[in-house]
């Protein structure tokens, strides 16, 4: 027989993490490809030479209000309100896909914070050799972002000529789909099965009560976030404060390239499709506090 169980509800924002393991890899998207999945009314994409400022942001939620869980959030963008852009909303990321593999952390993403949160499948590969991460920060990579800025002003100015080393082709280019994708750090085998390769070089695990509670939440980084605007078309324009209260350590890794193994959504598929922007990210010991969305008014 098949046995249901039941949900409790989940406790209202503030919502406090601890312990978190984060992982962000900004990357260059395509304007087209981001108002495709940006809402229209309310919000500013901001952008530069027609590119604007996406991500993939991956964390393993040792500690949160619904249970430990994982998710890998796709940011299309870089946003503010239309109302009174910077000055009073601020300047925060626009997440279009976000998957989860917990079924609470999925219904509590949708109903309490507006966010397109979907259950899936997310694995964590911590082999070294599955993985070509190299040197976590090196002269490669340098190279590397030189290349980048060399792609962006030759774009911007006009002067790029399509060609087999120009480097406005790699900017045009679309995530391989690989057969074997071990060589890439994000691997979307479909819109919500997700593999993470490289995922290494964390602290070993602290007790929740090993970590001083004393920290006053009003310190840290505030980031402002925007969510809402569901397909349900029930939910409104939200901006909720996300704040880093504290991390126990933070590195730069080598960029994290993301491929592609099978067919998924079209925006989805044009939102990854820009090169990374600078070294991937790594948090460790993250305290996290998520506040109560509110509705932005007009």
């Given at each position: 027989?098949?046995?249901?169980?039941?949900?409790?509800?989940?406790?209202?924002?503030?919502?406090?993490?601890?312990?978190?393991?984060?992982?962000?890899?900004?990357?260059?998207?395509?304007?087209?490809?981001?108002?495709?999945?940006?809402?229209?009314?309310?919000?500013?994409?901001?952008?530069?030479?027609?590119?604007?400022?996406?991500?993939?942001?991956?964390?393993?939620?040792?500690?949160?209000?619904?249970?430990?869980?994982?998710?890998?959030?796709?940011?299309?963008?870089?946003?503010?309100?239309?109302?009174?852009?910077?000055?009073?909303?601020?300047?925060?990321?626009?997440?279009?896909?976000?998957?989860?593999?917990?079924?609470?952390?999925?219904?509590?993403?949708?109903?309490?914070?507006?966010?397109?949160?979907?259950?899936?499948?997310?694995?964590?590969?911590?082999?070294?050799?599955?993985?070509?991460?190299?040197?976590?920060?090196?002269?490669?990579?340098?190279?590397?972002?030189?290349?980048?800025?060399?792609?962006?002003?030759?774009?911007?100015?006009?002067?790029?000529?399509?060609?087999?080393?120009?480097?406005?082709?790699?900017?045009?280019?679309?995530?391989?789909?690989?057969?074997?994708?071990?060589?890439?750090?994000?691997?979307?085998?479909?819109?919500?099965?997700?593999?993470?390769?490289?995922?290494?070089?964390?602290?070993?695990?602290?007790?929740?009560?090993?970590?001083?509670?004393?920290?006053?939440?009003?310190?840290?980084?505030?980031?402002?976030?925007?969510?809402?605007?569901?397909?349900?078309?029930?939910?409104?324009?939200l901006k909720y404060p996300l704040r880093l209260v504290s991390t126990r350590s933070a590195q730069l890794r080598r960029p994290m390239r993301t491929a592609i193994?099978?067919?998924?959504?079209?925006?989805?598929?044009?939102?990854?499709?820009?090169?990374?922007?600078?070294?991937?990210?790594?948090?460790?010991?993250?305290?996290?506090?998520?506040?109560?969305?509110?509705?932005?008014?007009?």
């Open positions: 027989p098949v046995v249901y169980r039941a949900m409790l509800p989940p406790p209202s924002p503030p919502w406090r993490f601890s312990n978190a393991r984060i992982l962000y890899q900004p990357t260059l998207v395509p304007v087209e490809a981001a108002q495709k999945v940006t809402p229209t009314s309310g919000l500013t994409l901001l952008s530069l030479f027609g590119w604007t400022l996406g991500g993939i942001f991956v964390v393993d939620w040792t500690s949160s209000p619904v249970g430990p869980y994982r998710e890998v959030a796709v940011l299309s963008g870089l946003v503010t309100t239309s109302r009174n852009p910077i000055l009073e909303d601020g300047i925060g990321a626009w997440a279009s896909h976000i998957v989860v593999d917990s079924l609470e952390a999925a219904q509590s993403g949708r109903d309490l914070f507006g966010l397109p949160a979907s259950l899936g499948s997310i694995k964590f590969d911590d082999d070294a050799t599955d993985y070509d991460d190299g040197d976590k920060f090196g002269p490669s990579w340098l190279f590397n972002l030189a290349s980048n800025v060399a792609v962006a002003v030759k774009c911007a100015t006009g002067s790029a000529v399509p060609g087999i080393a120009e480097p406005a082709e790699i900017l045009n280019q679309k995530p391989t789909k690989l057969t074997d994708a071990s060589t890439a750090g994000f691997v979307f085998q479909t819109d919500t099965g997700i593999q993470i390769n490289g995922w290494d070089g964390w602290l070993p695990p602290v007790h929740h009560n090993d970590i001083s509670q004393q920290k006053n939440d009003a310190t840290g980084i505030s980031l402002p976030s925007f969510s809402g605007r569901l397909m349900s078309g029930k939910t409104p324009l193994q099978s067919d998924i959504n079209d925006c989805l598929s044009g939102i990854l499709g820009g090169p990374c922007l600078t070294p991937c990210l790594q948090f460790d010991g993250v305290e996290v506090i998520a506040g109560k969305p509110v509705e932005i008014i007009f």
